[in-house]
């Protein structure tokens, strides 16, 4: 019997009746675990202990697995009853997905068995972990339409759609970085660049305001309309700026 085919006689018993499922599950794993928890108790810590302890955690873990895949039958479905657009994570994950997330839970599962000490309560850690160890193969399992795809060859579109949005996410740094860098143009700049658009400066709107003579104690302003020339005298002295031509007035 392959591991689908166990996994199908499970969903068989627990369809045909769910509180006898439950009820025999339950009841194997208290029994085993307390069977677990003596043996850790009274039994020395010898080759030979460790066979029978070994001869208790297998059935422990196959109790556990029963009880824990029942639950997560009798929560999904729940879950689907109230909702018919829920997916589970096995659905939302692709393969390659749910493969790197299980090889995460290994690594801690790992991490876990090396830190297993001698004394009451190991022969159930060591069940549970192998429990969680069948639950992750579950989880990682290929569907039928997985499968139908792997053979003809086509991508999965979850997979496309993770890497679009991992290159999505690459770009967005990059693009912060680029307008970071650009140099911002100073106002000075910004201002050339209006006057010689043909926008009117300040100094232009002022002398329309004026008067075309205008003469006051310490400066006189004049704007010819023939020639656009603007004359600045101020303490007798002459400016020129920015190619403007400003000449000497006389009072």
């Not at 069977?35 to 066979?51: K, N, Q, V």
């Not at 339409?145 to 690459?170: C, F, M, N, Y």
């Not at 140099?183 to 910004?190: G, I």
């Amino acid at each position: 019997m392959s591991f689908r085919e166990a996994l199908i006689w499970i969903r068989n018993r627990y369809w045909k009746d769910r509180k006898q499922f439950f009820l025999y599950s339950g009841a194997a794993s208290v029994v085993l675990i307390g069977l677990g928890i003596l043996a850790d108790i009274f039994l020395p810590w010898t080759e030979w202990a460790l066979i029978i302890r070994t001869a208790i955690a297998l059935p422990t873990a196959i109790a556990l697995f029963f009880l824990g895949y029942g639950l997560t039958l009798f929560y999904v479905g729940r879950r689907t009853k109230a909702n018919p657009d829920y997916r589970t994570w096995r659905v939302r994950l692709s393969p390659t997905m749910r493969q790197r997330v299980s090889f995460v839970i290994f690594a801690l599962l790992f991490v876990l068995i090396l830190a297993l000490v001698e004394q009451p309560g190991y022969t159930f850690v060591s069940s549970l972990i192998l429990a969680i160890i069948a639950g992750l193969f579950t989880f990682m399992r290929k569907t039928s339409s997985e499968l139908t795809r792997d053979k003809i060859g086509l991508p999965d579109s979850r997979d496309v759609a993770l890497e679009q949005h991992l290159k999505e996410r690459r770009k967005s740094p990059a693009k912060k970085k680029a307008e970071k860098k650009k140099p911002k143009r100073s106002k000075r700049r910004q201002n050339l660049k209006k006057i010689s658009r043909g926008k009117r400066s300040g100094r232009d709107k002022l002398a329309e305001l004026l008067p075309v003579q205008a003469s006051f104690s310490c400066a006189s302003v004049s704007r010819p309309e023939e020639t656009g020339v603007y004359r600045l005298q101020e303490n007798n002295r002459d400016y020129s700026r920015k190619g403007r031509t400003f000449e000497r007035l006389s009072f």
